[in-house]
């Protein structure tokens, strides 16, 4: 498998999220599949269909800069975040400068791919997600600007309800500015994307490369639900598994189904094969996620190197469970365990989290050279 294993630079304090003027894609398109593969594809008059959109009403460009304050509930849940223009034009040199922290690596290819695409857009066409613990000053602020009636409400074709205020008063924009210089946060969603932002400004420096679009949401006001993203390793049987997991020192018991699946729990993952269970419990430090142990232990120890797919449903998972292809159930990683990981310097593997739930595309997109 070819496995992510580039860290993207980290961004510098402040963190700044700058006003921009947003171009909105009509409700009826919003959510809607078809825009969003013509939003992926690196065509070379994307461009020029985005203005085109806009003549025909089938999108929107707002009348003046904001930051946004942005709220969309999916699935039941609510999620609430400023959206602006994040600045990534300085670097840390050092951990308590950095403002950014990715939890994972990036595929070169992969990133440089989004860059070109963004660039013939000139376009960052849907904001990465970030996390973090925001003051008790910041939330307040943020309360203070949904107070009015929001600009935009309105529920897109994958049945998200949008609620969005701008924020453009000058000392409401400078007191969020300077709640947010001193805060970090997690990227928790758009690790290439995040490295497309930063392969683009030092390509162009001192242009508005300089910023690329970011969601900052703080996880205790509206947080995301955070899931496991559970494993199928084919090529690998379950004795093997079982044998490699028994010489790493792991406790390992073999247990009907049910009894496998309720052990599943912080140190515990369940391996199946579809027919027979067993609980997996690894020996080893309390700080480290059992996701670090499956990928740095267990699967490094194989014989043969598995082909590693990767599953956001359980039922997924073991419904592609089998003799030769044994799945690999995970627990919930805990925020504050994913934020401890990243800040002693380690990076979890490639697709150990998923954060939910994600905007629809076209909500908010930021044209980059706004004429």
């Known amino acids: 498998m070819d496995f ?5 630079p980290y961004v510098a304090k402040p963190l700044q999220l700058r006003p921009f003027r947003a171009v909105m894609l009509a409700p009826r398109s919003v959510g809607d599949p078809a825009s969003a593969r013509t939003l992926s594809r690196p065509y070379r008059d994307d461009a020029d269909r985005l203005a085109e959109w806009i003549s025909s009403g089938r999108a929107s460009r707002d009348e003046a800069p904001a930051l946004y304050l942005h709220e969309y509930t999916a699935g039941g849940l609510t999620v609430r975040g400023l959206v ?5 034009a300085r670097r840390a040199h050092d951990a308590p400068s950095r403002a950014v922290w990715p939890h994972e690596a990036v595929h070169p290819e992969q990133a ?7 660039q013939r857009l000139d376009l960052n066409p849907a904001p990465i997600l970030l996390v973090h613990d925001g003051s008790d000053a910041l939330r307040t602020l943020v309360a203070d600007a949904a107070q009015p009636s929001p600009a935009w409400t309105y529920v897109d074709r994958a049945d998200q309800r949008h609620r969005i205020w701008t924020i453009r008063d000058p000392h409401l924009l400078h007191a969020i500015e300077a709640e947010l210089a001193t805060s970090h946060c997690l990227l928790a969603d758009g690790h290439h994307r995040y490295a497309a932002y930063l392969a683009l400004q030092e390509r162009h420096p001192g242009t508005p490369w300089d910023c690329g679009l970011a969601m900052l949401v703080d ?3 509206t947080p995301l639900f955070l899931g496991a993203i559970h494993r ?19 406790q390992v018991d073999v247990l009907p189904r049910h009894a496998a699946l309720s052990a599943l729990d912080t140190q515990t993952a369940v391996a199946t094969d579809g027919s027979t269970w067993m609980s997996i419990r690894p020996m080893h430090r309390p700080d480290r996620a059992i996701v670090e142990w499956l990928h740095h232990d267990l699967v490094s120890g194989l014989p043969e190197a598995p082909t590693i797919a990767h599953h956001h449903h359980v ?3 073991l419904g592609a469970a089998g003799p030769a292809n044994p799945a690999v159930l995970l627990p919930s990683p805990a925020f504050g365990d994913v934020r401890a990981i990243v800040e002693t310097g380690r ?15 076209g909500v908010l ?6 004429g």
Do not use: N, Y
């Not at 199928?232 to 792991?250: I, K, N, P, S």
């Open 315 to 317: 039922e997924d998972a």
């Open 232 to 250: 199928t390793l084919a090529g690998a049987g379950l004795g093997v598994l079982e044998q490699v997991a028994r010489a790493q020192g792991a």
């Open 365 to 370: 997109m930021r044209p980059v050279h706004d």
């Open 84 to 88: 602006g223009a994040l600045d990534v």
């Open 219 to 221: 996880q205790r006001d």
């Open 112 to 118: 440089a791919e989004l860059a070109t695409r963004m």
């Open 347 to 361: 990076l979890l593997p490639e697709k150990a989290t998923s954060f939910q739930p994600k905007p629809s595309v």
């Open 4 to 8: 992510a294993t580039v860290v993207p």
